[in-house]
Structures are given as C-alpha cells and as structure tokens.
C-alpha cells in the first residue's frame, strides 16, 4: 500500500504547482491536500471532516507551509511533535517564507528540513526531485513500532 503525503498548503495554486512537480518527478504517493493547519490537525488526528481515519496510519511525510490561516504551520508542527503518533514523522517545511525568525522557529520545533518555495517552476520541480531522492528513496524511517 503506498503512503500518502500530507500537503498543508492554504493556496490553491501553490498546492496545484506542487502536486503536478510530485507528479513530474515521478512521486507515486497518494497526496492528500489540506487547506489549512487546522483541517491538518484534523486529518492526523482523525477528527472533524476525517472522523474515523486511523490517526495510526501516519503518511509518510508532511509538506507544511507556514503561513495560514485558522492555524499556522509553526502551531501545527508543534502539535505534530507533541503526538505520540506523529512525534517521529518528518516534516518538511516548504514555504515561501524567508525570514530568520521562521527558519530558526522551524528547526527549534523540529522541523526535519526547511526549503525555500523558489518562485520558477523548473527550479521548484527540481526540489522536489530532491525530495523524493531524499525523503521517499535514501532515508530510512523510524520503525513504526517507535512511533507509538
């Protein structure tokens, strides 16, 4: 069964642009899209519109952008790290954010890496290729016995 990938990303267009270079670079996982932070709580949780999701069953990464309305990315990492479900999952924050202050709140938090939406598609594609070699191919996750 492949695993999904969390998208938590409040602009339509932000979230097209990163599903077709998933898809252009050859990313088969499901991609689930969430509009904000709080319907991703919601979806990891499986509560509110995704009642009755196994909150076990974690994808196998999360796409989080800071920026968002209802509750922002930092808010929702931090939740993420204080779920015994979620605490191991990695979470790539991918945001169009360059500031200081939200790097080094990231990382603090526990973000696994923090990159920079370049704002050319083909460069954009190109980090996603990165993402997938990266985080889908080389790494190795935490056995799912350790993350309860």
């Given at each position: ?19 077709i ?32 999701r ?74 996603v ?20």
């Amino acid at each position: 069964m492949r695993k999904t990938i969390l998208l938590v990303e409040d602009n339509p267009d932000d979230a097209e642009l990163t599903r077709i270079a998933l898809e252009d670079g050859g990313i088969l996982n499901t991609v689930v899209w969430v509009k904000d932070g709080a319907e991703a709580l919601d979806y990891l949780r499986g509560t509110g519109l995704y009642e009755g999701r196994d909150p076990g069953q974690t994808p196998e990464m999360v796409l989080l952008d800071l920026k968002m309305p209802k509750v922002d990315g930092l808010e929702v990492l931090r939740q993420i790290r204080a779920d015994p479900y979620t605490k191991l999952l990695p979470v790539v924050i991918l945001t169009t954010s360059r500031e200081e202050t939200d790097r080094l709140n990231g990382y603090a938090l526990g973000a696994n890496s923090y990159i920079c939406k370049p704002v050319d598609f083909d460069r954009f594609a190109h980090a996603v290729q990165q993402l997938k070699l990266y985080w889908l191919v080389l790494n190795e996750p935490p056995p799912p016995s350790s993350v309860r």
